[in-house]
């Protein structure tokens, strides 16, 4: 939901960028924790209506969810957190820490060939 | 096609600044609350009822986060404690900038605990950290037992949840226990509080444990 505020930060990193590399950025990859809230579908119409006239026109954005992380504080095992069965991979148990989210990165920009 | 790699992140201005906050509160050992809900759950109740409950014995200031009007900041001040109003004109979530801004303009150094009541919004604000010390989450009876289910971020990132208004349970129908041990499969370390802000009933917990957590950090 908070898309906008998202696509406002990417046009002006891919912009810096292409300007760097002096080529027309096609595409870009990012990814970010499940729990960041960040629909693809949105990220992308949200980007579109931005980038109108700039550079970055027509760049199709895919995203890459990565799973949350958990530590079991029974056996300090780290496993992935699955929400329709919160427990530890190794001991079962249903006392863990969630790790932190897996930031918003922007992982890699493709560019037109010159 | 040429691909680069760029690896940067992309909300590093709110990272950067969320960090800045942090420092700034650890420094003046002052811990600092993340109020999220729906809109509607009572956050504002919540918290007028929660200065007027710890009066003379905490002294809080609030941030408070409205998408327009100062209605909610001029609640607050009604209440005896001090307040500084945001409008993010629109924005679903609070920014660690536009907290860093409003830290500064509260008296920090005559307080005891800050509370930073985010836009009502149950998906965004739990994204974006402010540099609070912890967040908490309320749950309003009439919003229904689901919402843990439906939106766990929120729920797994808090460290304390109000269920308010459970002066309504028996005219809805919400499943007090389901709702609470959904949560816990998610979080088994939160605390949860049942409370009704309008009627006090459940509300003296809470104060003791706000007032557990300034004493903590003044140790």
Redesign the interface.
Do not use: T, W
């Given at each position: 939901?908070?898309e906008?505020?998202?696509a406002q930060?990417?046009l002006s990193?891919i912009s810096a960028?292409a300007k760097q590399?002096n080529?027309k950025p096609?595409a870009a990859r990012?990814s970010c924790g499940s729990?960041?809230?960040?629909n693809a579908e949105a990220l992308n119409f949200a980007f579109e209506a931005i980038s109108k006239g700039t550079m970055c026109e027509g760049l199709k954005l895919a995203i890459e969810q990565k799973p949350?992380r958990a530590k079991c504080k029974k056996c300090d095992y780290t496993f992935t957190f699955e929400?329709h069965e919160?427990t530890c991979d190794r001991c079962q148990s249903?006392?863990?820490?969630?790790l932190p989210?897996a930031?918003?990165?922007?992982?890699?920009?493709?560019?037109?060939?010159d | 096609?040429?691909?680069?790699?760029?690896?940067?992140?992309?909300?590093?201005?709110n990272?950067e600044y969320a960090e800045q906050n942090s420092r700034f509160l650890a420094e003046r050992k002052l811990p600092c609350l993340n109020v999220i809900s729906s809109p509607g759950s009572g956050k504002t109740t919540i918290l007028a009822k929660t200065i007027e409950g710890l009066k003379g014995k905490v002294r809080i200031g609030v941030i408070e986060g409205d998408i327009q009007t100062d209605i909610d900041a001029r609640r607050i001040l009604a209440a005896g404690a001090a307040a500084v109003q945001i409008n993010t004109d629109g924005?679903?979530?609070l920014?660690a900038a536009q907290v860093h801004n409003a830290l500064q303009q509260l008296p920090v150094n005559e307080l005891d605990l800050v509370f930073i009541e985010n836009v009502g919004?149950l998906?965004?604000p739990?994204?974006?950290e402010l540099g609070e010390t912890a967040k908490v989450a309320v749950l309003s009876v009439p919003e229904g037992d689901d919402k843990p289910a439906k939106y766990?971020?929120i729920f797994?990132?808090a460290r304390a949840l109000l269920i308010n208004k459970i002066d309504l349970l028996g005219a809805v129908d919400f499943d007090i226990e389901k709702a609470e041990a959904d949560v816990l499969?998610?979080?088994?370390?939160i605390r949860i509080f049942p409370v009704s802000a309008k009627t006090e009933e459940g509300m003296s917990n809470w104060y003791d444990w706000l007032y557990e957590l300034t004493q903590n950090k003044r140790r």
């Open positions: 939901m908070h906008g505020a998202v930060s990417l990193i960028e590399q080529a096609l990012i729990l960041n809230g960040i949350i929400l919160p249903d006392d863990f820490e969630l989210d930031p918003l990165m922007l992982e890699e920009i493709e560019f037109e060939d | 096609m040429r691909k680069v790699k760029v690896e940067k992140k992309i909300l590093i201005a990272a924005a679903c979530h920014s919004n998906v965004c739990s994204a974006f766990p971020a797994a990132r499969k998610l979080n088994k370390g």
